[in-house]
Antibody
Framework: QVHLQESGPGLVKASETLSLTCTVS????????WSWIRQPAGKGLEWIGR???????DYSPSLKSRVTMSVHTSKDQFSLNLSSVTAADTAVYYC?????????WGQGIQVTVSS | QSALTQPRSVSGSPGQSVTISCTGT?????????VSWYQHHPGKAPKLVIS???KRPSGVPDRFSGSKSGNTASLTISGLQPEDEADYYC??????????FGTGTKVTVL
């Protein structure tokens, strides 16, 4: 059974960079796409981007200028960096496996941007 | 790239059927069959209930079904159960190797 767990700071200052890591367990890390998805309070889900285990990335056009993703295959981990954050980036952030659909998800991590 | 359009809410009594629509464009839903649906109970991780327009993952009850016509996809829950009360989101791939979610629909079991 594939298990995903998000980790990182729950509080980030405005204008700084949000950094999160997703650790995958249960095997099956290589040869998959891995995505980040977020949900602001009271709003819908938003796809942020994805990374393949070779390091190839695709990002949401609306966030592309601020997003960087990286993969660490030796640790079965992938990461998200979102720069120049504002209050609008306050959300629950999920990592998920993508196989054309998102079949496994982490529990999510609340990230709050403070002024 | 705007979110796919879903009704804000739908409701039904136990045992009834409800259908949720998901309207996109020819750049997403209308062209690609990577349309999926997610059930989201607050505070929990979203759960995949339909992939590739009509495919039901292992363990998902057969009362969940999906379809698509033109730029609109639909999720039908037949024989509504109390545990089906949740938020539901559609999602589509696009022509630029990205994904777009729907606005979300709250399903209430009366």
């Amino acid at each position: 059974q594939v298990h995903l767990q998000e980790s990182g700071p729950g509080l980030v200052k405005a204008s700084e960079t949000l950094s999160l890591t997703c650790t995958v367990s249960g095997g099956y890390f290589k040869s998959y796409y891995w995505s980040w998805i977020r949900q602001p309070a009271g709003k819908g889900l938003e796809w942020i981007g994805r990374i393949y285990t070779t390091g190839s990335t695709d990002y949401s056009p609306s966030l592309k200028s601020r997003v960087t993703m990286s993969v660490h295959t030796s640790k079965d981990q992938f990461s998200l960096n979102l720069s120049s954050v504002t209050a609008a980036d306050t959300a629950v952030y999920y990592c998920a496996r993508e196989v054309g659909a998102f079949d496994y998800w982490g529990q999510g991590i609340q990230v709050t941007v403070s002024s | 790239q705007s979110a796919l359009t879903q009704p804000r809410s739908v409701s039904g009594s136990p045992g009834q059927s409800v259908t949720i629509s998901c309207t996109g464009t020819s750049s997403d839903v209308g062209t690609y069959n990577s349309v999926s649906w997610y059930q989201h109970h607050p505070g929990k991780a979203p759960k995949l209930v339909i992939s590739d327009v009509t495919k039901r993952p292992s363990g998902v009850p057969d009362r969940f079904s999906g379809s698509k016509s033109g730029n609109t996809a639909s999720l039908t829950i037949s024989g509504l159960q109390p545990e089906d009360e949740a938020d539901y989101y559609c999602c589509s791939s696009t022509g630029t190797y990205t994904f777009i979610f729907g606005t979300g629909t709250k399903v209430t079991v009366l």
